[in-house]
């Protein structure tokens, strides 16, 4: 027997409320076209801020108009892909034989620790710089040596080289996840998972588990996400008045990834709870850098980062008043961690195109594309802010905005 559809859970659910497809239009926003081609099946899915914004209009959890999306899944509508994953795939994924070993072979070799994790923060400012086409570069040749010094490492020597290990997957599923590669990046993050459970490093697990929360929410399993940060938040919760920075950075990333998803899943008193935990964390770090020997995804967590969280969390409640008034006690940025500050700005675009301050948004826009072009064509929620000032323009587009359409793919 097959499952119901989104648009079979939808038009159930619409009446249980005793309301027509044109009362729910009214009230979610979202266009009676829209409504009628999900419900009568022309259209097999919906974006998540579509599902969000229908289930917000009838008071129920997002999670409630989930469906069967295999027929959409096999239409596969194709994303733009300009960079290779080729070399990537093979160093995440290696071939084995029969024996074990790897069709690809591992140096025999490695550079020491210290090199190998001089790489990788390379890597990372590049990742954090959207600089994509050279941390796929040098990704698979640096995991492949990490791989070779785990399996040369002396039983002293085996949990730092684990933790290096786990680093290195965790940070190669972070790109993989940007470039919309998730089965790839979510095998990335399990053995990151697995070599940070052998190093018993708890910080470098904790945010393996934040980059799965965020894998998670991206295929739209935002309640398993919800679940998976807050059971390893209380888990791993530290006692503010001894934990190091690195610690309390660990835990209050997760406490934002369980925020992002409890306000994606109309709970908005939880995730507002949530990041005013986070600030508490912040606010105990103070100046303290938590970095250390850890990538950015731990460096990058501040008390700014928090008000960022805020921000995002409006726009997810459809609030484009509260996303100005809540931005402008951000921090100036860029900021180190790159995709932070460029989420940030589209949520500002977004309530700025919603209020119909179409030249601030298409502004916004501009410095992201400038800043971070790469980052930016693989965004959708930077498509739909462009489509919706297309579709609302009164005027022949101007350049900025057909350049914008054209790089980020919307039909202009």
Same mark, same amino acid.
């Given at each position: ?59 129920? &959890? ?32 290696? !071939? ?5 070993? @790897? ?9 020491? @620790? ?12 590049? *990742? ?28 002293? +020597? ?41 190093? %018993? ?6 945010? !393996? ?6 894998? #998670? ?7 398993? $996400? ?11 919760? @530290? ?14 990333? /997760? ?12 709970? &908005? ?9 986070? $600030?508490?964390?912040? !606010?105990?770090? %103070? ?43 951000? &921090? ?25 301050? *179409? ?7 501009? +410095? #992201? ?6 980052? #930016? ?23 900025? /905005?057909?350049? #914008? ?8």
């Amino acid at each position: 027997m097959s499952q119901s559809t989104t648009g079979e859970h939808l038009a159930r659910l619409r009446r249980q409320a005793s309301l027509t497809q044109e009362q729910l239009a009214e009230h979610s926003g979202i266009s009676v076209e829209v409504i009628r081609k999900l419900e009568q099946g022309a259209r097999r899915s919906a974006r998540l801020e579509t599902l969000h914004a229908l289930a917000r209009a009838l008071g129920l &959890p997002t999670t409630a108009l989930f469906g069967d999306a295999s027929e959409a899944a096999a239409r596969a509508e194709p994303d733009h892909r300009p960079l290779s994953l080729a070399e990537i795939r093979r160093a995440v994924a290696p !071939v084995h034989g029969l024996t074990g070993v @790897p069709l690809i072979p591992r140096a025999a070799e490695p550079p020491a @620790p210290d090199v190998l994790r001089a790489r990788l923060h390379t890597v990372d400012r590049a *990742y954090q710089a959207n600089n994509y086409a050279h941390a796929l570069a040098e990704m698979p040749p640096l995991l492949l040596d990490v791989r070779a010094a785990v399996d040369l490492a002396a039983a002293d +020597e085996q949990p730092a080289a684990y933790a290096l290990l786990a680093r290195t997957l965790h940070l190669t599923g972070n790109l993989l996840i940007q470039l919309r590669a998730g089965d790839l990046a979510q095998t990335a993050l399990a053995d990151a998972l697995q070599a940070a459970r052998r190093s %018993g490093d708890q910080v470098v697990a904790a945010t !393996v588990i934040q980059g799965m929360c965020w894998l #998670l929410m991206r295929q739209g399993r935002i309640a398993e $996400a919800a679940e998976l940060a807050v059971s390893t938040a209380d888990r791993i919760e @530290p006692r503010f008045s001894r934990a190091a920075p690195a610690e309390l950075a660990a835990w209050g990333w /997760l406490t934002m990834g369980a925020a992002a998803a409890y306000a994606r899943d109309n709970r &908005p008193d939880e995730a507002a709870e949530l990041v005013d935990a986070a $600030a508490a964390a912040a !606010v105990r770090i %103070g100046e303290r850098d938590p970095g250390g020997e850890h990538l950015m995804m731990v460096g990058g967590f501040n008390a700014g980062r928090v008000q960022m969280q805020r921000v995002e969390n409006a726009a997810v409640g459809g609030d484009p008043a509260r996303v100005l008034d809540l931005a402008g006690m951000v &921090p100036p940025g860029p900021t180190p961690v790159g995709s932070s500050w460029q989420r940030h700005r589209l949520d500002v675009a977004w309530a700025h195109a919603q209020r119909r301050q *179409y030249p601030e948004a298409t502004a916004v826009l501009q +410095e #992201l594309r400038q800043l971070a072009p790469a980052w #930016l064509r693989h965004q959708r929620y930077a498509r739909d802010i462009v489509q919706s000032i297309a579709e609302s323009r009164r005027r022949t587009m101007s350049k900025e /905005l057909a350049e #914008l359409a054209t790089l980020v793919g919307c039909e202009a």
